[in-house]
């Protein structure tokens, strides 16, 4: 999967305005225009990497005489103490893109190592793990791409990718026959529709009028089982909502296709990596 450049110049580049703006007072104040220096990502913790291009670019962006050495590749494992990569040119570039840099990739690779670890944790079953639309502003692109890197898979990107029934959309449309039938008259024959259900009778009902996927919301990994042997293969099933490291494994076993995890993107811990300056 490759991101779009003209994206992430973006983002690096609403990034580095907020942090710099007219200048950085410290660093021009203080350091040569010309004066050289070398720099290094290191990784303090065992894990995933991703962003490591992101990263680099935000000192190529700075100055395109900026020296870049990629020694470890997003996806890859890395240990405490391991280097990512390597830099070489002017101090105040190595020192004005250091936050930014630091930021997109470790969050990117907090992503990347928390899905490397939920994809762990269910190996041998037929689930696999999903991210969902719990994104931040403006990084959605970024947080889907650490998804992939750490072996998982992405849910629909947006809005437009698929007609999915919320709870609030089956409310307001009159109940789930109802909604679908309205949705399958108007819907192009390329668009799938998911709907969430929050009890047995809920998911009959959708199976009977034929949907594609049914998420189970907050259903317990036992009455997983039971959505599992009543659809018997005829519709996807997503499981979504209150799932634990704890409880991820027995979720898995019960036989459903995907498990779905906001907490992927919504509130992942930051990867611990640090540049060092010389």
Do not use: W
């Given at each position: 999967m490759?991101?779009?450049?003209?994206?992430?110049?973006?983002?690096?580049?609403?990034?580095?305005?907020?942090?710099?703006n007219y200048c950085d007072v410290t660093t021009d104040y203080l350091i040569p225009e010309n004066q050289i220096g070398e720099g290094r990502l290191m990784a303090k913790a065992d894990g995933i990497v991703c962003g490591v291009e992101v990263a680099a670019r935000v000192f190529t962006m700075l100055d395109e005489n900026m020296k870049i050495e990629i020694l470890m590749h997003d996806g890859e494992c890395v240990?405490?103490?391991?280097?990512?990569?390597?830099?070489?040119?002017?101090?105040?570039?190595?020192?004005?893109g250091?936050?930014?840099?630091?930021?997109?990739?470790?969050?990117?690779?907090?992503?990347?190592t928390a899905a490397n670890?939920?994809?762990?944790?269910?190996?041998?079953?037929?689930?696999?793990?999903?991210?969902?639309?719990?994104?931040?502003?403006?990084?959605?692109?970024?947080?889907?791409?650490?998804?992939?890197?750490?072996?998982?898979?992405?849910?629909?990107?947006?809005?437009?990718?698929?007609?999915?029934?919320?709870?609030?959309?089956?409310?307001?449309?009159g109940g789930i026959t109802a909604a679908v039938t309205r949705l399958r008259s108007k819907i192009g024959h390329m668009t799938k529709i998911e709907v969430e259900t929050r009890t047995l009778d809920e998911l009959k009902e959708a199976l009977?009028?034929?949907?594609?996927?049914?998420?189970?919301?907050?259903?317990?990994?036992?009455l997983m089982e039971q959505a599992v042997e009543i659809t018997n293969g005829r519709a996807l099933l997503e499981a979504s909502g209150g799932i634990t490291d704890e409880t991820l494994r027995a979720v898995a076993e019960s036989g459903v296709d995907i498990i779905s995890i906001g907490a992927l993107t919504h509130s992942v811990k930051a990867f611990d990596i640090s540049m060092y300056i010389k």
């Open positions: 490759n991101l779009n450049k003209f994206y992430v110049e973006n983002i690096i580049k609403t990034a580095l305005m907020e942090d710099i240990k405490s103490g391991d280097d990512i990569m390597k830099l070489k040119g002017k101090t105040t570039v190595l020192l004005k250091e936050r930014t840099a630091l930021n997109l990739i470790q969050h990117m690779s907090g992503i990347a670890k939920y994809v762990r944790i269910i190996e041998g079953t037929k689930a696999s793990i999903a991210d969902t639309r719990k994104t931040l502003p403006g990084l959605r692109p970024l947080q889907k791409y650490a998804v992939i890197c750490g072996g998982a898979k992405n849910h629909r990107y947006n809005l437009s990718d698929a007609a999915m029934l919320k709870d609030n959309h089956i409310d307001a449309a009977e009028v034929g949907v594609d996927i049914i998420m189970l919301d907050n259903m317990s990994p036992e």
